[in-house]
């Protein structure tokens, strides 16, 4: 037991891990049960999996280096080797995990072999320079010091600096909560890299690596938190499906309309002016929200929703309604269940996606760019879907003819840049249609 003496800190960390380790694959297999897919951050796995080793040689090094006349100088490179290695391609990891969850990985091979350009050349470096590494024997522990240890000191450094970097040029298009976790996060890694810095007997690099791998857990990887998610998300799916019903339908409006509108904001995506805005969280919002969009429907007449014929001028103002119905509704109820940005995004596509570019719109007659782009996506999905599908009061349309009323509307009804996206991707289109309607018309 005297060998504890030198990494008892690194056991109790290594211990937490396996813990967290435990119950994360525990409870991920119980929503994998539930969902019937996999919930977790591959990356996140690699990361755990990485911070798991990195923590085991550096409670092995923290033993070897005080047994400097018993463990030969060789063995005690290689275990220093595997150290800072792990320890380098752990904040290479954190740094592309960050990316995923803010902006989401890179698509362009250069800026993804620039991303890991500085974890291969430190870890080149370390091989390079570990024949130079020195075991001090210090007051109360040996530890190493050379040129391979500040390499990877400055490892950590860069990646810091090139998340907060990151986080600057991006914090329009990252929502406050991530903000904040991952700078905390920074402070703490900061922190802990200054000590081990100044006080180099500490051998603290172990404690940001399990803090930091069991904040991301906590914070975002939870799967109790993703299962959470599930639920919610399958209610709102439910209680819209349940509404639609009341229209004579069967929930392929809001599961196509819903497709449509994320295919729409893909494609925009695409385009620069949009790289800021359409992030991963907007689409992952504007998956919950969609289904949301006429759950205001709840409150109009079934004599209304189902009539075989045209609307009479007094029942299309009645029917108008339900955009604001449906904004008091999220407000009311389902705004105290979710996220302030779900929240707001459901609020808009339910109030809103009856605005018309031109201005001629429901409920407040907005036009242009003070419509929400959330609003605008799911007019043009709505619309486009409304007239393929069959409907109490007539038969669905061509395709084509479809198409014709989307692109005719544009700059007049919808957003220009909207009609574009969505129809440069007519094939993904049809593919929805086909898929959800189940057969061919």
């Known amino acids: 037991m005297i060998i504890l003496q030198w990494c008892k800190t690194q056991v109790m960390c290594l211990l937490l891990l396996m813990y967290i380790g435990i119950t994360f694959i525990r409870e991920g297999n119980n929503l994998n049960r539930i ?8 990356i996140f796995d690699w990361l755990f999996i990485v911070s798991e080793v990195a923590v085991l040689f550096d409670g092995i090094t923290a033993c070897t280096v005080n047994y400097l006349d018993e463990i030969p100088r060789i063995v005690n490179l290689l275990m220093h080797l595997g150290m800072f290695v792990s320890y380098e391609i752990y904040v290479a990891l954190l740094f592309w995990y960050w990316i995923s ?3 989401d990985i890179p698509k ?7 991303c890991l350009l500085p974890s291969t050349i430190s870890i080149l470096l370390t091989i390079c320079f570990l024949p130079d590494v020195k075991f001090i024997e210090g007051t109360y522990t040996n530890y190493s010091m050379g040129t391979a240890v500040y390499v990877c000191f400055i490892s950590v450094a860069i990646y810091c600096i090139l998340t907060v970097v990151v ?42 690596a399990t803090m930091t791998t069991i904040s991301i857990y906590l914070n975002m990887e939870n799967p109790a938190i993703h299962g959470l998610e599930h639920y919610q998300n399958e209610m709102v799916m439910g209680f819209a499906t349940l509404v639609e019903n009341k ?4 929930g392929g409006h809001i599961r196509r309309s819903s497709a449509y509108a994320v295919l729409i904001a893909k494609g925009l995506r695409k385009d620069k002016r949009y790289k800021n805005i359409i992030t991963k969280d907007f689409l992952n919002n504007l998956v919950q929200s969609a289904p949301m969009h006429d759950i205001g429907k709840i409150g109009i007449p079934d004599a209304i929703l189902q009539k075989p014929g045209k609307l009479t001028a007094e029942e299309f103002d009645k029917m108008k309604e339900h955009p604001v119905i449906g904004g008091k509704i999220i407000k009311d109820t389902f705004g105290h269940l979710f996220n302030g940005e779900y929240e707001n995004m459901a609020y808009q596509v339910a109030m809103f996606h009856h605005e018309k570019w031109n201005g001629k ?14 609003a605008r996506i799911m007019a043009v999905a709505d619309v486009f879907d409304a007239v393929s599908a069959k409907r109490c009061y007539r038969d669905a349309m061509p395709l084509e003819d479809c198409y014709a009323i989307i692109q005719n509307g544009r700059g007049v009804d919808f957003d220009p840049d909207v009609v574009d996206a969505f129809m440069k991707n ?4 049809e593919e929805i249609y086909y898929s959800k309607i189940g057969k061919k018309q």
């Not at 402070?187 to 500490?202: G, R, S």
């Not at 229209?247 to 069967?250: E, I, M, N, P, R």
């Open 426 to 429: 007519k094939e993904k289109v």
């Open 167 to 208: 986080i600057i040029a991006r914090h329009r298009s990252i929502p406050e909560k991530k903000k904040k976790s991952i700078a905390t996060t920074l402070v703490f890694i900061v922190i802990i890299l200054a000590l081990q810095i100044i006080f180099p007997e500490a051998l603290v690099s172990c404690i940001a």
């Open 108 to 114: 362009k091979k250069w800026i993804k072999a620039a």
């Open 361 to 374: 719109g429901y409920p407040q007659g907005m036009s242009g760019t003070d419509i929400p782009l959330c």
């Open 101 to 103: 969850v803010t902006i």
């Open 35 to 42: 969902t019937q897919k996999s919930n977790c951050n591959h």
């Open 247 to 250: 229209d004579d339908s069967t």
